[in-house]
């Protein structure tokens, strides 16, 4: 057990260094205290100074005659700001005086507001006086913030006094009980580091230096016994890591020869086979179908893969890294049959995620049209509430029919979507699939594509499905608003990563103000090409018609932002 009076030192500097940090805490704690309890005090004094100008602000909007509603509201401001924990709970219940003014104002003010609301001319009349109480409260709550501040300051000053005393008092112990006993051990620890291994230290007191002393005498012995046995047991380490690092090397070339696409199992196991028989020797190593009986001389593992078995003889039981070794080998082989075999859940998951994605694209592309048509249904009622003309009403339910018709559509659009990149995925076929709609619904205007042939197959899910209702919104835009014969559509690669996708058409071009209520179209393509980091475009052709470009880069390795 640790006792004070076998240590002095110990003893003497854990008091000193006591003293030190209590003070030093105990000020700390103050001053976090006292600082607590001023910190409100500006804030407290902002407000009160604030219902000065609250009530000038009442009694300007009664000399204007304000509405009800407006002196309800101030009211009911100043009310919040008397009552806001930030100014009741800094007045001190010390402090009768302060008490006392407060109550006096929140009395006065329960007067003043009836009659602000009742009596606007009793109001004007009391409203100087009710001020002149104001500022004696905010006076009074200066006044009691500087005591505090002054009180704190002085507190502040003895507290450092004191600690400051105490600290050098544990200087002066450090100097005299440490640093010169030290010095004389250090002298010792630099000839031993010099290469002087009959360096010894002469401070043997008693006291804990001198323990010190002593133990660093044994410490010197024993390291000239540790450097004559050292060279054994580096050849020991040297030939454990040797087998180390051959383990290592075979796990890692086992593992690479099983992650080829098109493996054999049985050749890479009579290879693994004969390598672990020389990882492990006086050892036999072969795999079975059948289990063994027990046998004290087996160690067997079972593969969770397959019915086989690796089963290792040996004449004495195995070490825990041999038997590591067998299970790791084990798991190596049932890793690569499992992963054979998850090739045929590939275009499931594949299938799985697109329709994930697709049902987010139809939650979001709606939600703007029908939040619209939902104000637009209050609006009407609203209005019709409070008897609106007939043809105000009747333009909210042409917005609305048009709105309707406008959302059902986009739904067909994305039904249309989804069974074509579920019967076949990738942007192309989903292109083509549009293309052929458009061609069969609308008889006078024909759809043309032009496909690099090095766009690439394997674009993001998102990158598709943005880039498939650009195309989509453009070439609805071209039926609906274009009066065009031809639509070309091409799909083009400007280098390696940057793709580009144009939509032409021989129609009238765009209108001075394309963006209508309910006709945002525009607004949406260009919030999808962001989504995917592009740039979309809109020109006028000058051979007639109206161009749409998007370009975008399509070596992202994370997915967009979410849908």
């Known amino acids: 057990m640790f006792k004070f009076t076998r240590y002095p030192i110990s003893a003497l500097l854990i008091l000193t260094l006591l003293l030190v940090a209590s003070l030093s805490f105990v000020a700390s704690l103050y001053t976090l205290w006292m600082t607590s309890v001023i910190s409100g005090d500006a804030k407290a004094i902002n407000l009160s100074g604030s219902l000065r100008m609250q009530s000038y602000r009442i009694a300007y909007a009664i000399e204007r005659d304000a509405d009800l509603t407006e002196r309800t ?90 600690t400051l005393f105490a600290a050098a008092l544990f200087a002066l112990v450090i100097f005299k009980r440490v640093m010169y006993p030290l010095q004389s051990l250090m002298d010792a620890v630099i000839q031993m580091g010099r290469g002087n291994r009959t360096a010894r230290s002469s401070y043997l007191h008693s006291d804990e230096f001198g323990d010190l002393s002593r133990t660093f005498n044994f410490m010197a012995e024993e390291v ?120 045929k859940n590939k275009n499931r998951v594949a299938l799985l995620n697109e329709r994930t994605a697709i049902a987010s694209e139809l939650h979001d592309s709606l939600a703007q049209q029908l939040s619209y048509l939902k104000i637009q249904v209050v609006r009407f009622i609203k209005l019709r509430e409070r008897d609106a003309d007939e043809t105000t009403l009747n333009e909210i339910i042409e917005e609305l029919r048009a709105g309707l018709n406008s959302s059902y559509r986009k739904l067909r659009e994305l039904l249309v979507t989804f069974r074509s990149q579920s019967e076949e995925p990738g942007l192309v076929p989903s292109v083509q699939a549009a293309a052929d709609e458009i061609n069969r619904i609308s008889p006078n205007t024909k759809v043309h594509l032009y496909i690099d042939e090095h766009w690439p197959k394997d674009l993001l899910p998102s990158h598709e499905i943005h880039c498939l209702h650009v195309i989509r919104e453009a070439l609805t835009n071209v039926i609906k608003h274009a009066q065009a014969e031809n639509v070309v559509v091409s799909l083009t690669v400007l280098t390696n990563n940057e793709l580009e996708i144009k939509i032409n058409d021989d129609g009238i071009g765009f209108d001075d103000s394309p963006e209508k209520p309910m006709h945002y179209g525009l607004k949406i393509m260009t919030e999808r090409a962001e989504r995917i980091g592009g740039q979309i475009s809109y020109q006028r052709l000058k051979r007639g018609g109206a161009g749409v470009t998007l370009t975008f880069t399509s070596n ?5 932002e979410p849908l």
């Open 73 to 162: 509201a101030l009211l009911q401001e100043f009310e919040q700001r008397l009552n806001s924990d930030e100014l009741r709970h800094h007045i001190p219940v010390v402090d009768p005086e302060l008490q006392g003014l407060f109550n006096g104002i929140a009395t006065n003010f329960a007067r003043m507001q009836r009659q602000a609301l009742e009596e606007p001319h009793l109001y004007l009349e009391n409203v100087e006086s009710f001020v002149r109480d104001i500022d004696h409260l905010v006076a009074r709550l200066e006044s009691w913030s500087e005591s505090k501040i002054q009180r704190l300051q002085k507190q502040q000053i003895l507290l450092s006094v004191i």
């Open 224 to 343: 000239a016994y540790v450097y004559g046995s050292m060279e054994n047991k580096i050849k020991e380490q040297t030939h454990e890591l040797k087998r180390q690092n051959d383990v290592l090397q075979f796990l890692f070339d086992l593992s690479q020869s099983l992650s080829l696409d098109n493996l054999e199992i049985q050749p890479i196991r009579r290879s693994a086979t004969d390598e672990l028989m020389r990882l492990c020797p006086q050892t036999t190593i072969q795999w079975d179908s059948t289990e063994p009986a027990p046998e004290t001389e087996h160690f067997v593992v079972p593969s969770s893969a397959e019915q086989m078995f690796l089963i290792c003889k040996s004449g004495q039981p195995l070490l825990q890294w041999q038997q590591g070794l067998l299970v790791t080998v084990v798991d190596l082989f049932d890793h690569a049959i499992n992963r054979m075999g998850s090739y």
């Open 556 to 560: 992202s390795r994370q997915e967009p």
